[in-house]
């Protein structure tokens, strides 16, 4: 199992998986599947100068449908997979995707790239296939090392989620239902993950990519499902579950 080291700071221009001016002596070919725009410019900007990096970016997807159809049609070899989507999430994307990722000689691999760093969504990814996890915070420098990594077939984590999997493929005992938790979406339980942690609206407004208003709707939600009355109550919630 192969570590992904994450860490703060500009990424070396000249980075890459060959020598300067040498130009890449590798090549895969890239799927980018997240919900926010930006995020993919972000990414796509970042790693996606092939002669630089050696990595072509050869479609983008914003939803489960769209991943499905992008990568069926490109069959690339490394999917940067968002674990919450609209349609289904990661896991539903991985599901549809079974066929590919089973192909003998042209296998379609997966590596999830989540601002989330929650154990149920890190161990549902890899137990829908995908080859490793790693969260927003990375460098780009080690993002492409990572996609190359998983093209080669090794699993590739940010060393404290590797952890979690370890921890869940260890035991025999299936995961208690939180009936609870079940009734909040993917992107319900990221929000009340972060307030738990003390985040301000604004602060996870920035780190989700959404406006303070959608993080105001989603807490409301959970609120209201969880027949709670503030945020008080939900942090001692979740804390109780060991959620944060």
């Not at 001016?21 to 599947?33: D, E, N, T």
Request: charged fraction near 25%; charge should be negative; glycine fraction near 8%.
């Amino acid at each position: 199992m192969s570590d992904a080291t994450e860490a703060s700071g500009p990424v070396d221009p000249a980075a890459g998986p060959a020598e300067a001016g040498a130009g890449p002596a590798r090549r895969v070919k890239v799927v980018l599947v997240d919900d926010h725009r930006m995020f993919r410019t972000g990414v796509q900007a970042e790693i996606g100068q092939t002669e630089r990096t050696g990595v072509e970016v050869v479609g983008e997807a914003a939803d489960v449908d769209q991943a499905v159809a992008v990568i069926t049609a490109t069959r690339p070899e490394v999917v940067l997979l968002d674990v919450h989507l609209p349609g289904g999430g990661g896991v539903e994307v991985l599901r549809r995707c079974a066929p590919l990722m089973a192909d003998a000689e042209s296998p379609v691999r997966f590596l999830a790239l989540s601002v989330s760093d929650a154990a149920e969504d890190v161990i549902g990814v890899i137990r829908g296939g995908a080859r490793g996890y790693v969260t927003k915070t990375i460098t780009g420098t080690d993002l492409v090392d990572s996609v190359f990594r998983v093209q080669e077939g090794d699993a590739v984590f940010s060393p404290r989620l590797a952890g979690f999997v370890l921890d869940a493929f260890a035991s025999t005992d299936a995961a208690p239902v939180d009936e609870d938790l079940d009734r909040l979406t993917q992107r319900e339980r990221e929000v009340l993950r972060l307030i738990a942690r003390g985040y301000a609206y604004k602060e996870i407004a920035k780190q989700l990519y959404i406006s303070v208003k959608t993080v105001e709707s989603h807490v409301s939600a959970v609120l209201r499902k969880l027949q709670l009355s503030n945020r008080h109550e939900l942090t001692r919630w979740a804390t109780a579950r060991r959620l944060v």
